[in-house]
């Protein structure tokens, strides 16, 4: 009988093309995903991978198991979803991501409810870079996402996946406490003289974001610093080095010598869960999307500054 661990380590590798991008995605070492090959291969007494150069590449009889691995795994997870459904109890185990702002501002008020209200749910929490979720939501990498974008600038959301919106997230802008637009109530973008910009990292979603709000008020960007974490882009600002946009979401701490401005109009980031269509039915969930809804309610009129 084949073994369903030793066809996910299989599907694993036609769905990332080599063992150690599957090992990554499985949280599992090399060796144990070749081990689990190897011993495949004997169940079935065909060979399943050829050595390619220093990597391996699947052989056809592979490619048609991984595709049988694919359906069965697909049905597999629908049975276990099923069966949770008929109990109606929030339990087995759960895996969710989230882009780091949002671990810092909402996952760990999400994963106390969880705990307090389903202590029989296993949770496993990761973070991971916005533009990795979507793919491994889809792919069953993980159960459940937190995602976000920007108005204007949608996430595109494939069949067989859902989502619920979490919170509308204010970006303002933060400015050296010194600075003569500081003390405002409000700016626009078009107020900041010499553009002197410290922006997240070219093709993230924030940094393309920034780029699309700063030229739609017609001016052209002077990037003078790239930083991901937002705490180091607010030492920058204290620094006197630029201007930077911050969400309010997992800002954390604001240094002195810096001050947060709002923006008219307001830039809004949405955060968003985002689960397999097809697992919809398992309570745990429903429970973890009620929890991030909960954890998110303080967070809706959180002020500037």
Same mark, same amino acid.
């Given at each position: 009988?084949?073994?369903?661990?030793?066809?996910? =380590?299989?599907?694993?590798?036609?769905?990332? +093309?080599?063992?150690?991008?599957?090992?990554?995605?499985?949280?599992?070492?090399?060796?144990?995903?070749?081990?689990?090959?190897?011993?495949?291969?004997?169940?079935?007494?065909?060979?399943?991978?050829?050595?390619?150069?220093?990597?391996?590449?699947?052989?056809?009889?592979?490619?048609?198991? =991984?595709?049988?691995?694919?359906?069965?795994?697909?049905?597999?997870?629908?049975?276990?979803?099923?069966?949770?459904?008929?109990?109606?109890?929030?339990? +087995?185990?759960?895996?969710?991501?989230?882009?780091?702002?949002?671990?810092?501002?909402?996952?760990?008020?999400?994963?106390?409810?969880?705990?307090?209200?389903?202590?029989?749910?296993?949770?496993?929490?990761?973070?991971?870079?916005?533009?990795?979720?979507?793919?491994?939501?889809?792919?069953?990498?993980?159960?459940?996402?937190?995602?976000?974008?920007?108005?204007?600038?949608?996430?595109?959301?494939?069949?067989?996946?859902?989502?619920?919106?979490?919170?509308?997230?204010?970006?303002?802008?933060?400015?050296? =406490?010194?600075?003569?637009?500081?003390?405002?109530?409000?700016?626009?973008?078009?107020?900041?003289?010499?553009?002197?910009?410290?922006?997240?990292?070219?093709?993230?979603?924030?940094?393309?974001?920034?780029?699309?709000?700063?030229?739609?008020?017609?001016?052209?960007?002077?990037?003078?610093?790239? =930083?991901?974490?937002?705490?180091?882009?607010?030492?920058?600002?204290?620094?006197?080095?630029?201007?930077?946009?911050?969400?309010?979401?997992?800002? +954390?701490?604001?240094?002195?010598?810096?001050?947060?401005?709002?923006?008219?109009?307001?830039?809004?980031?949405?955060?968003? %869960?985002?689960?397999?269509?097809?697992?919809?039915?398992?309570? %745990?969930?429903?429970?973890?999307?009620?929890?991030?809804?909960?954890?998110?309610?303080?967070?809706?009129?959180?002020?500037?500054?």
């Amino acid at each position: 009988m084949l073994d369903l661990h030793r066809l996910k =380590a299989l599907h694993a590798v036609a769905t990332y +093309g080599s063992v150690g991008a599957a090992a990554e995605a499985l949280m599992v070492t090399p060796s144990a995903i070749s081990q689990q090959l190897a011993k495949l291969e004997r169940e079935t007494g065909a060979v399943l991978v050829e050595r390619n150069g220093r990597g391996v590449k699947l052989t056809d009889a592979a490619g048609l198991l =991984a595709d049988h691995a694919e359906r069965i795994l697909a049905l597999v997870e629908t049975a276990e979803a099923d069966f949770e459904a008929l109990r109606g109890a929030v339990v +087995g185990k759960l895996t969710m991501a989230a882009f780091p702002t949002a671990m810092r501002g909402i996952l760990p008020a999400t994963i106390s409810l969880l705990k307090e209200r389903h202590p029989e749910l296993n949770l496993l929490v990761q973070e991971r870079e916005p533009d990795r979720q979507v793919r491994d939501v889809t792919r069953g990498e993980i159960d459940l996402a937190v995602v976000q974008d920007w108005v204007n600038r949608p996430i595109a959301i494939p069949e067989g996946l859902s989502r619920a919106s979490l919170v509308a997230d204010v970006a303002d802008v933060a400015v050296p =406490a010194d600075h003569e637009l500081a003390d405002r109530r409000e700016v626009a973008l078009a107020d900041l003289p010499g553009d002197q910009w410290i922006v997240s990292s070219p093709s993230t979603v924030c940094h393309d974001f920034l780029m699309f709000l700063i030229r739609s008020s017609e001016k052209e960007p002077s990037i003078v610093c790239t =930083a991901d974490e937002y705490p180091s882009q607010l030492a920058m600002v204290a620094a006197g080095h630029g201007y930077a946009l911050i969400p309010r979401l997992g800002r +954390g701490i604001v240094p002195e010598g810096v001050r947060l401005v709002p923006i008219a109009p307001r830039p809004i980031r949405r955060v968003y %869960a985002l689960w397999r269509t097809d697992a919809a039915r398992r309570p %745990a969930i429903r429970a973890a999307v009620e929890a991030l809804r909960t954890a998110c309610l303080p967070l809706e009129s959180e002020p500037a500054s």
